[in-house]
């Protein structure tokens, strides 16, 4: 069955690479409301066109809307998910190619696994490969900032799943991903007292001192040996030199990797003493995900996908990685979870943004022939 798939995809790889050069030019980051409204137009023509099946779009408040897709008739179900954001705003970034490498926004993070996706469902109809399990595609829009939008549906669509394929990039070196890091954000807003630096220096209360003494206590919290990192990304404060500041604002990222020591730094964090007399601090601790432990159930996921590689010609291994991905999410309810699916490239998140053309085909006709195997 591998080599079939593979054949066929091999086959129609000019038309899978128009398409993807098509879902790349349409340009849109997680806050382009109005472009990801077209990248939605686009992507729901393109499964219509190569696999005749109906998209339900899901609305939500704030745009970011859901598309799915579902085929198969088993009484289990295998849910797929992907993002159709970026994180390049409109205009930053043209899609380019040298060689064999596309580069472009949201081509490696995550348009090519999007159509993947979907190219595998075009490939199981032209085959008659009539798929066991009941086949779930969930799409969503607001990936890349938290999926605050779509994490409720995800989890509802998770709930009674077999399986989860994410189909985010593999790790650089192809390897798949089988547990992710937790993801925590935190914002402390530190409140002091404005006084002249000058003339009246003792009467201030001094926020940006009080800030100082949290980014060396935050960062000390960094605990390699359990994978707990604190990273203060952001801090501001202050108006001008000669004026005590009453602001500062510190922005916090934490990975870790068990809900207990999730749970120990969000103590640490809210509980912790002021040291400059008179500030008063607001900590604000953001939604987050849940880590995605490395469990015996995604192993047994991995060591299928694995089988599937071998037939193919492929060789990977897996990783347990720090960046969180919305598997993080169904993970965290049981759901076994293989991620790192999509396609092989490299420097997601930056200009250098590329998917190497010549690997990509294997790659789906890995995503297509596991779809089978689980
Ligand atoms: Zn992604």
Same mark, same amino acid.
């Given at each position: 069955?591998?080599?079939?798939?593979?054949?066929?995809?091999?086959?129609?790889?000019?038309?899978?690479?128009?398409?993807?050069?098509?879902?790349?030019?349409?340009?849109?980051?997680?806050?382009?409301?109005?472009?990801?409204?077209?990248?939605?137009?686009?992507?729901?023509?393109?499964?219509?066109? *190569?696999?005749?099946?109906?998209?339900?779009?899901?609305?939500?408040?704030? =745009?970011?809307?859901?598309?799915?897709?579902?085929?198969?008739?088993?009484?289990?179900?295998?849910?797929?998910?992907?993002?159709?954001?970026?994180?390049?705003?409109?205009?930053?970034?043209?899609?380019?190619?040298?060689?064999?490498?596309?580069?472009?926004?949201?081509?490696?993070?995550?348009?090519?696994?999007?159509?993947?996706?979907?190219?595998?469902?075009?490939?199981?109809?032209?085959?008659?490969?009539?798929?066991?399990?009941?086949?779930?595609?969930?799409?969503?829009?607001?990936?890349?900032?938290?999926?605050?939008?779509?994490?409720?549906?995800?989890?509802? *669509?998770?709930?009674?799943?077999?399986?989860?394929?994410?189909?985010?990039?593999?790790?650089?070196?192809?390897?798949?991903?089988?547990?992710?890091?937790?993801?925590?954000?935190?914002?402390?807003?530190?409140?002091?007292?404005?006084?002249?630096?000058?003339?009246?220096?003792?009467? =201030?209360?001094?926020?940006?001192?009080?800030?100082?003494?949290?980014?060396?206590?935050?960062?000390?919290?960094?605990?390699?040996?359990?994978?707990?990192?604190?990273?203060?990304?952001?801090?501001?404060?202050?108006?001008?030199?000669?004026?005590?500041?009453? *602001?500062?604002?510190?922005?916090?990222?934490?990975?870790?990797?068990?809900?207990?020591?999730?749970? *120990?730094?969000?103590?640490?964090?809210?509980?912790?003493?002021?040291?400059?007399?008179?500030?008063?601090?607001?900590?604000?601790?953001?939604?987050?995900?849940?880590?995605?432990?490395?469990?015996?159930?995604? +192993?047994?996921?991995?060591?299928?996908?694995?089988?599937?590689?071998?037939?193919?010609?492929?060789?990977?291994?897996?990783?347990?990685?720090?960046?969180?991905?919305?598997?993080?999410?169904?993970?965290?309810?049981?759901?076994?979870?293989?991620?790192?699916?999509?396609?092989?490239?490299?420097?997601?998140?930056?200009?250098?943004?590329?998917?190497?053309?010549?690997?990509?085909?294997?790659? +789906?006709?890995?995503?297509?022939?596991?779809?089978?195997?689980?």
């Amino acid at each position: 069955m591998e080599q079939r798939i593979l054949n066929y995809l091999e086959e129609h790889k000019t038309e899978i690479i128009e398409d993807l050069k098509i879902l790349v030019q349409a340009e849109a980051s997680t806050s382009d409301i109005e472009e990801l409204k077209e990248v939605r137009e686009i992507l729901t023509r393109i499964i219509a066109d *190569r696999t005749g099946l109906k998209v339900n779009e899901h609305k939500r408040d704030g =745009g970011h809307n859901l598309l799915e897709f579902e085929i198969g008739t088993g009484s289990e179900k295998i849910l797929l998910l992907g993002h159709y954001d970026t994180v390049h705003p409109v205009g930053t970034f043209k899609m380019h190619q040298e060689g064999s490498r596309l580069f472009g926004p949201g081509v490696y993070d995550m348009k090519s696994g999007i159509l993947s996706a979907i190219w595998a469902v075009k490939a199981f109809h032209d085959l008659n490969i009539v798929p066991e399990k009941k086949l779930v595609f969930l799409f969503n829009g607001d990936e890349e900032t938290g999926s605050k939008e779509s994490r409720e549906l995800i989890c509802e *669509r998770a709930k009674d799943a077999c399986a989860a394929l994410i189909c985010e990039p593999p790790a650089k070196n192809g390897d798949l991903k089988t547990g992710r890091k937790g993801v925590l954000g935190f914002t402390i807003d530190i409140k002091g007292k404005a006084s002249h630096a000058g003339n009246a220096h003792q009467a =201030g209360i001094n926020a940006i001192e009080e800030m100082a003494h949290e980014i060396l206590f935050i960062q000390g919290l960094t605990d390699y040996d359990r994978g707990t990192t604190l990273n203060v990304g952001v801090c501001e404060g202050g108006s001008k030199a000669n004026v005590v500041p009453a *602001r500062a604002k510190l922005i916090v990222d934490c990975r870790y990797e068990s809900r207990e020591e999730g749970e *120990r730094i969000k103590d640490a964090i809210r509980n912790l003493k002021a040291s400059v007399n008179g500030t008063e601090r607001t900590v604000t601790v953001g939604s987050g995900r849940p880590p995605m432990p490395e469990t015996d159930a995604n +192993m047994e996921l991995f060591e299928i996908a694995h089988t599937c590689g071998e037939r193919l010609g492929l060789n990977f291994s897996h990783q347990y990685v720090g960046g969180g991905s919305d598997g993080n999410f169904v993970a965290d309810m049981g759901i076994p979870t293989l991620d790192g699916l999509g396609a092989y490239g490299d420097f997601a998140h930056s200009e250098n943004e590329y998917l190497d053309l010549e690997q990509y085909i294997p790659r +789906m006709a890995l995503l297509a022939s596991l779809l089978q195997r689980i």
